[in-house]
């Protein structure tokens, strides 16, 4: 079996599909590819058992077919290095030798027999529901949400992104219960109804490997999706449980505005927030009609700041802290000139909106106060 490839396609498929592939896995195999050459098509699949990916390459000059499984760190770091051009591959049938040869190098590897490759089993259960998505739009739901995932293993289904598909929009939402995100897009409408969440790393596996494709087409089960593009397929598994009602948590009745600047807010916190407490990440605001003033303050190090930030202010003077990191976040997320924060009182979640977004979108950030003593 033999085939020719570019380096640096066979490259750009294999380091995606990398991804998806454990740095430890309790099954040898599957440190591996699994490669399959079938006609002009080779296909490239990695697993971590509850996903797959697989990415579809051309190649010319063919002779025969098969398949095999071959080591993934080190292809990956071969191609990495080679040149742009055009490469033989050559695999012997009987041994599984697997010969990479261009202009001025030959490397040889040893395969394993591609039957030995546990295939991934898509769960059907469930009536299956299909709609397509532009990819721009998946990556925009992932990026305005991805940051608020929770890490805590005892809340597993807080650990990813709900995907709650209506008729007429995709709502992407995560919460760590300490902040959340709601972000609805109706530029998409799928015409069917279903939910889901999807784990953080195969939401970081569509953001990066499909980034390059135009339209997703989606089919769901009960227990897993299939996301297909023109060159790759990604079947995932979804976390089990019911997720919060989202909606409830979001206050209704912050009448306070705040408008200001949201890279000058986010410099002085970034600034200010160097002088916290380590433990704690208290931040300080004292908001004005026309002015934020920010504090911070360790006493364990005889440090302190702070720093005033023009604003337009709606109350007449509030008192209320946030985690310094949890802000600096929602402020890097958020993208535009300005920021509108709803506010009602001190104990009461701060409501961050841009001040301009994409026409039919709407997102939305919460994020939880903390208690501030002395000012």
Sequence with gaps: MKFNVSSKAFYNAASAVSRVINSKNALTILDNFYIKLEGNELTITGSDQENALTARLEVTGVKGEGNFCLGARRLVELLKELPDQGMEVRVNDDTLEVQLSYASGHYSFVGLPGDQYPQ??????????????????????????????????????MQGVLFDIAPESITFVATDTRKL????????????????????????????????????????NARNAVIESEHFTFQCTFLNGNYPDYDRVIPKNNTQILTVDRASLLNAVRRVGIFVEVDGGLEKFRITPDCILLKSNDPNLCTSAREQVPCSFTGNELTIGFSANY????????????????????????????????????LVMLLMPMTVGDF
């Design 120 to 157: 991934f089993r898509a769960d059907t259960a469930g009536e299956p529901i299909s709609f397509s998505i532009a990819t721009e739009q998946m990556i925009a739901g992932l990026d305005n949400t991805m940051f608020a995932v929770s890490t805590d293993e005892y809340r597993q289904i």
């Design 181 to 220: 995100v709601r972000y609805i897009d109706r530029r998409t409408a799928p015409g069917v109804s279903g939910r889901c969440v999807i784990p953080a790393k195969p939401s970081t596996v569509i953001k990066n490997v499909f980034s390059k494709e135009e339209t997703l087409n989606i089919t769901m």
């Design 327 to 362: 802000l600096m976040e929602i402020l890097t997320t958020l993208k535009g000139s300005e920021v509108i924060v709803n506010l009602g009182d001190a104990g009461r979640p701060g409501v961050f909106r841009p001040g301009e977004e994409p026409e039919n979108t709407e």
